[in-house]
């Protein structure tokens, strides 16, 4: 049976989860899965940008990896293969929010950025977000050089994300964007974070580390449905 993770931190107010390879990230799987219409799914175009799109009517597919809104009867999703899917929802306002963060949406900032725009865009309150992290590589599995290692702690401040073994580093991207989201004022307690790694786990996850070149994608998805 297809798995989709559905993190409890949302309650029932909203449908937010992420999926594994048997479901992947395709419109019209997940169409069939939750009987919503395909033109209902907004998935934006990924190119490791820090752009967040504010959804109102127009659905053609633009160019972000951020997308926020307070539309209902939609779901909005992103796709992943090691990077980071989060899934943001004011649970007073109403609106949600989905990110991919791999490495350079991290040092980007990129879920710093899609708070503030709930923040400034819809007047959310920092007490009011919450966000779940969904599975992505981790740890010991997502080893980079000093120049991503840098980029993404400029961007973090220290802490225990980030390590070094044999002149190289290694760093877990889920921990520092938790570490971004708390630093602008959302509470830990408001923060679920997988502890799921896709590289550790290629028989559940598309991994582009573990397979070295782009067999699929997994996703996550969020809407007031």
């Known amino acids: 049976m297809n798995t989709l993770i559905c993190p409890k931190i949302f309650g029932d107010s909203v449908k937010a989860f992420f999926t594994e390879k048997s479901v992947g990230a395709d419109a019209e799987r997940i169409s069939r899965l939750l009987s919503i219409r395909?033109?209902?799914?907004?998935?934006?175009?990924?190119?490791?940008?820090?752009?967040?799109?504010?959804?109102?009517?127009?659905?053609?597919?633009?160019i972000a990896d951020a997308v926020v809104t307070r539309r209902r009867g939609i779901l909005i999703g992103v796709k992943v293969a090691d990077c980071v899917p989060v899934l943001l929802y004011d649970r007073k306002k109403s609106v949600i929010g989905v990110v991919h963060a791999g490495w350079r949406g991290t040092a980007a900032q990129i879920v710093k950025k899609t708070i503030a725009v709930m923040i400034k865009k819809f007047k959310s309150l920092q007490d009011d977000i919450i966000i779940a992290l969904g599975p992505c590589i981790?740890?010991?599995?997502?080893?980079?050089?000093?120049?991503?290692?840098?980029?993404?702690?400029?961007?973090?401040?220290?802490?225990?994300?980030?390590?070094?073994?044999?002149?190289?580093?290694?760093?877990?991207?889920?921990?520092?964007?938790?570490?971004?989201?708390?630093?602008?004022?959302?509470?830990?307690?408001?923060?679920?974070?997988?502890?799921?790694?896709?590289?550790c786990n290629p028989d559940r996850y598309h991994s582009f580390r573990y397979s070295k070149q782009y067999n699929g994608s997994q996703g996550g998805f969020i809407g007031i449905l």
Not at 38 to 62: R, S
Not at 140 to 158: L, M, N
Request: proline letters at 3%; charged letters at 25%.
């Open 38 to 62: 395909t033109e209902n799914i907004y998935l934006p175009i990924q190119k490791h940008t820090d752009g967040v799109l504010i959804l109102d009517d127009d659905f053609t597919p633009k």
């Open 138 to 199: 981790r740890g010991s599995c997502y080893q980079v050089d000093f120049e991503v290692k840098d980029s993404v702690c400029k961007a973090t401040g220290d802490g225990e994300y980030c390590i070094r073994k044999d002149k190289k580093y290694l760093i877990d991207l889920g921990s520092a964007n938790m570490i971004q989201a708390m630093s602008l004022g959302i509470p830990g307690g408001n923060i679920w974070l997988s502890s799921d790694c896709t590289h």
